[in-house]
């Protein structure tokens, strides 16, 4: 009998995880629809602040939709723990708008001869090349940041195993391959 408790103990420790090694994570299933959800409720604020006829209050929602874009994505791809696909989408979230932006300006026609160039407010072409940018840095992040990660792939394993019968003990291998 204290051959079988003994050979009991011994199949539980070989499934053990050994000191100091944490075992390993599983992996993440995709979270686009997450990404996509905050992009959303960022782009409706935005909406809400352009529509807003009251100039303190566009401004206010102006700065909650672009805080609310730039931060969003990055903050669910931390509580996916995933800090490198974080900083890849919030770089590209402040990149890619401003490059629009000056793709969009280079695009502007130059005609303060005949109109008052004093606005500095942005052209229509550089808001235009700014949305692009948004959109496409937010597509990039659903289809390619947030995808998750593949399945990890099947691999052998091997276990002792014991157990009481009707004459003795019966001992063995368990696997799976």
């Known amino acids: 009998m204290r051959v079988v408790v003994v050979l009991a103990l011994l199949c539980r420790v070989a499934y053990a995880t050994p000191p100091g090694i944490s075992e390993e994570e ?12 905050a992009d959303a409720l960022a782009g409706a604020v935005m909406f809400a602040a352009y529509n807003s006829h009251d100039d303190a209050r566009a401004q206010a929602l102006a700065k909650l939709g672009i805080s609310a874009y730039v931060l969003g994505g990055p903050i ?30 280079g695009m502007t026609a130059d ?34 940041l947030a995808k998750g990660d593949p ?27």
């Open 111 to 144: 005609n303060c001869e005949y109109y008052s160039c004093g606005n500095d407010a942005p052209s229509d072409e550089q808001m235009f090349g700014v949305l692009v940018g948004a959109v496409a840095a937010s597509t990039i992040d659903a289809l390619y």
């Open 26 to 37: 599983p992996p993440v299933a995709s979270y686009r629809a997450q990404t996509l959800l």
């Open 151 to 177: 399945p990890a792939p099947a691999h052998a394993a091997l276990a002792p195993t014991a157990r009481l019968t009707q004459g003795g003990v019966a001992l063995g291998v368990r696997g799976s391959f």
């Open 76 to 105: 669910v791809h931390l509580s996916k723990n995933r800090g490198k696909r974080a900083l890849a989408s919030i770089a590209m979230r402040i990149g890619l708008p401003i490059l629009g932006g000056i793709l969009g300006d």
